[in-house]
């Protein structure tokens, strides 16, 4: 007879405490091997003992396939221990445990309905049957399944719980109160049972009774914190922010997490716009631990909304060697050096602010708009350029970069970016009239007047586009009727000074110089140093025989820009 002492020692060699058994077992086999075979039939127990061995054994090797995550060597390993033996419940309970947590729940309910023949009232196995059929959508025989447990082991609270938790999965309020309602009066002291309820009712909208049960579960236990973050964000959401800091400062001092507490209140804090308030808080905080990363933040983000520029500076550069990578820390500081006019080491640290954070986007913007203050327009575009190669949902970049490219004479490349905006946002009706204004720069006026119409047809009261169209009919002297239409409605829309000249522009060119006066007086009120709109009042003035006033204002537009022929003659024509 082959002595098997090998497989014996494969096994246990994964047992813990292995190295005093290995060596019985070792001297066992020796002796054992030693001996001359003496064959005899094992008794019934003998056997049963046997085969319960070979089922605690397959038992044990499933473990150990789970420990290693090898799933389906752990259902083969199980399987094999209930060909040993059959009659155990807990097995099938195990294998049905595993079969659910991979979403098999059939296979689970099979192999429960096997435990439960065995043992009808095996517990493990009617609480796991419950689960399955709540996981298939069952949910009448879960709470049927669990009522059922419920009726012969009435002190788990965990029963009650689950079935309070499915009847709000139905929304039957009143079914959930009542389970609920029900363990408490079995143990009143059930902190668990009490946030279940008020959960309940914020849920159902009962807030008040929701606060107060919330208030009697942390005068049971005020040491949890599990019970102040719910009433916590309750009484944010019922704006009841005075209670909410009540609160989280009760929290930080019963607690064992006084920062985090103390986070809570001053992000509250902050959200409000009660910055001193929140700069007491989070001083608070840093003086406990100089360390806190993310208090170092937020008074960094709090000077920022004080425009304490440097301090804010100061912050974050005391938060960036414990997360020296950090998007938004390196955002942040570039920001505070922006506004403190330092425009280089702003641009380095933009720069550093890493895609996909979503913080890249605003910084290709702060980066084109510090650009543009140090009047590298070529730069600031490229910034905006990027920013569309990431994302192209907002229209505002492809204005934005066209008006750079407008700045810089670069009409072509903002024609480029112009359909490639409209392409993306088809509806958009200022895509339409910023090409409209490139057109018009170019000198192709017919592409022009054609583009203000679209833009109107998509936005009648577009003022931009109303305005642009009356102007252009003004100077040429054309639709003039219409033209004063359109200004009129600009007009009344947006009474800005360039509107208002040219409602009074209009009003000359039909030669009805009265009513010309006031908008084009008003314009001059509105933007005292544009030119144009002291030339057009200057003619009127001259049209009006205001001779004097005419002279005032021409000499007024050549103090501003005295390279200008045209009011230089007309100015000479009235002095002659």
């Known amino acids: 007879m082959a002595c098997r002492g090998n497989t014996l020692f494969s096994f246990w060699r994964f047992v813990p405490g292995r190295f005093f058994l290995i060596g019985s077992l070792l001297l066992l086999m020796m002796t054992a091997c030693s001996l001359p075979p003496k064959p005899s039939p094992l008794s019934v127990e003998e056997q049963q003992r046997y085969q319960r061995a070979q089922a605690y054994l397959a038992y044990a090797d499933a473990r150990l396939h789970l420990i290693d995550g090898d799933v389906d060597a752990a259902i083969e390993a199980l399987q094999r221990a209930v060909t040993f033996d059959d009659q155990s ?36 196995s009617e609480l796991m049957l419950a689960d399955v059929y709540h996981a298939q959508g069952k949910t009448d025989q879960a709470i049927q399944a669990f009522r059922q447990v419920l009726d012969r082991h009435p002190d788990i609270e965990d029963v009650y719980l689950h079935i309070s938790r499915l009847y709000l999965s139905l929304q039957a309020y009143d079914k959930a109160e009542q389970i609920l309602l029900q363990w408490l009066k079995r143990q009143p002291q059930s902190v668990d049972g009490l946030m279940e309820l008020a959960n309940l009712y914020r849920l159902r909208g009962d807030y008040q009774q929701a606060i107060t049960t919330y208030r009697q579960a942390i005068e ?17 959401q019922q704006r009841q922010f005075d209670e909410a800091l009540t609160l989280y400062d009760e929290a930080a001092r019963q607690t064992e997490d006084q920062a985090y507490f103390d986070h809570l209140g001053s992000t509250l804090l902050i959200e409000q716009g009660r910055y001193s308030e929140a700069l007491q808080r989070v001083e608070s905080i840093v003086q406990h631990d100089p360390a806190d990363v993310e208090a170092l933040g937020k008074l960094g983000y709090i000077y920022i909304e004080l425009e304490r520029w440097s301090e804010a500076e100061s912050m974050f550069r005391q938060a960036l060697p414990y997360h020296p990578v950090s998007s938004q820390l390196f955002y942040w500081l570039a920001f505070a050096l922006e506004h403190q006019q330092r425009w280089e080491e702003a641009i380095q640290y933009y720069q550093l602010v890493e895609h996909p954070s979503a913080l890249k986007k605003e910084a290709l913007v702060r980066m084109s708009v510090t650009y543009n203050h140090m009047n590298n327009l070529d730069k600031a575009a490229e910034s905006l350029v990027h920013l569309l190669e ?56 017919d592409r022009t007047e054609q583009l203000m119409r679209e833009t109107l047809t998509l936005n009648p009261q577009h003022v931009g586009a109303l305005n642009h169209l009356a102007y252009i009919y003004a100077e040429s002297g054309e639709h003039l009727d219409e033209a004063l239409e359109m200004a009129r409605k600009a007009a009344q829309l947006a009474p800005h000074a360039a509107v208002l000249d040219t409602l009074g522009w209009v009003y000359y060119q039909l030669g009805d110089y009265e009513q010309a006066r006031e908008p084009l007086e008003q314009a001059v009120k509105k933007s005292p140093e544009d030119v144009l709109i002291l030339e057009h009042l200057a003619d009127l003035y001259r049209k009006l025989l205001l001779t004097q006033e005419a002279q005032r204002i021409y000499r007024k537009a050549l103090e501003l820009q005295p390279n200008l022929p045209a009011v230089v003659k007309k100015l000479q024509d009235l002095e002659s």
């Open 390 to 445: 990431l994302d192209q949902s907002d229209v505002r970049v492809f204005l934005q970069l066209v008006s750079l490219y407008q700045r810089s004479q670069r009409y072509d490349d903002a024609l480029s970016v112009l359909d490639r905006g409209i392409q993306r946002h088809p509806k958009v009706d200022d895509l339409y009239y910023s090409q409209g204004v490139i057109f018009e720069l170019r000198g192709l006026r």
């Open 220 to 236: 049971l236990t005020p040491h949890d914190r599990r019970i102040y973050l719910p009433l916590g964000r309750l009484l944010e």
């Open 89 to 124: 419940p807990y097995l099938f309970a195990v294998l049905a445990s595993i079969h659910l947590d991979r979403g098999q729940t059939q296979q689970a309910q099979d192999y429960l309905n096997q435990a439960l023949v065995l043992e009808p009232h095996h517990l493990a």
